[in-house]
């Protein structure tokens, strides 16, 4: 006979919650049916019941870290979701370019949730190539609420054949250098990128690496769909904020901005691909 495992009431799971808040790692904007189901994973990893848990908890920080860890999700490769990128360098990067060229500034791009950095320096590539193009730099910010993935981006290292299966061979061949068992980003594209520990629905706009909170495009993908909907709504008012007139949000694919949020379809760009710009300036 399979034994249960452990249960969870919600009165448990919003006091290891307080306990995470408290140690700085605050969950509480996420889905609850989410948080639930990834403690009960915790919880049997280490075969304590909620209350020996939340007794372990509150004295242990690096346990404290190990759970908020776990409770986030930090699921990314390089270029997913290829036909988006695709969409994104023909259609709207140009465009972005174009107007960045013509008030003599960087084009600026912001990464949300970038977890171990892949699609960060997936995005980094296509800007150094097609800002060879069009001959404008391009700048990327990248952030994570996470600081241990945020030191494993910044790292740029990666397994080789996570490297293989997703990264075009010519970008491969200019973007990556041998490095033990695997590959390492290029030093000249991983200074391109500035990683930055960042909550979203935290205190600040954007990070403070950001200096100024406008961006041109900005990539939020599948961050939103681990919130709950009036978390969602906030998030949507601060992605709104920071996007420049003209510029692009980009979503994850099973995510789409609520009715009101300022956001419609990107012109001339499929639905499916989840890039949308703002109706209005902000």
Excluded: K
């Excluded at 408290?22 to 049916?33: A, M, N, Q, T």
């Excluded at 994973?41 to 908020?68: I, K, M, N, S, T």
């Excluded at 769909?225 to 979503?251: M, P």
Aim: aromatic letters at 6%; proline letters at 5%.
């Amino acid at each position: 006979m399979v034994s249960a495992g452990p249960s969870l009431t919600p009165e448990q799971l919003r006091a290891l919650l307080a306990v995470l808040a408290r140690g700085g790692h605050d969950l509480r904007d996420y889905r609850v049916e989410t948080l639930r189901r990834r403690t009960l994973d915790r919880l049997q990893e280490v075969a304590l019941g909620p209350a020996d848990y939340l007794a372990r908890l509150a004295d242990d920080e690096a346990e404290q870290r190990r759970l908020a860890a776990h409770l986030l999700v930090h699921t990314t490769r390089f270029f997913r979701d290829p036909a988006t990128f695709a969409a994104l360098g023909r259609r709207v990067l140009p465009e972005l370019f174009l107007r960045a060229r013509e008030r003599r500034a960087p084009l600026r791009a912001w990464v949300v949730g970038a977890s171990t950095g892949e699609e960060a320096y997936s995005l980094a590539m296509l800007l150094a190539e097609q800002g060879r193009t069009h001959r404008h730099p391009a700048s990327v910010l990248a952030s994570d609420r996470v600081a241990q993935v945020v030191e494993q981006a910044r790292l740029g290292t990666y397994p080789r054949a996570a490297v293989v299966a997703a990264v075009p061979a010519e970008l491969r061949a200019r973007y990556f250098v041998p490095r033990g068992d695997g590959l390492q980003v290029v030093q000249a594209l991983r200074e391109a990128v500035t990683f930055a520990v960042h909550d979203l629905l935290g205190l600040e706009l954007a990070p403070r690496e950001a200096l100024l909170a406008e961006f041109d495009l900005v990539l939020c993908r599948n961050v939103l769909i681990y919130l709950d909907a009036r978390s969602q709504v906030r998030a949507f008012e601060r992605l709104r904020a920071v996007l420049s007139a003209g510029g692009a949000l980009l979503l994850g694919s099973s995510e789409e901005p609520h009715a009101g949020s300022g956001f419609t379809p990107y012109r001339g760009v499929d639905e499916a691909h989840r890039l949308y710009g703002a109706t209005e300036a902000a």
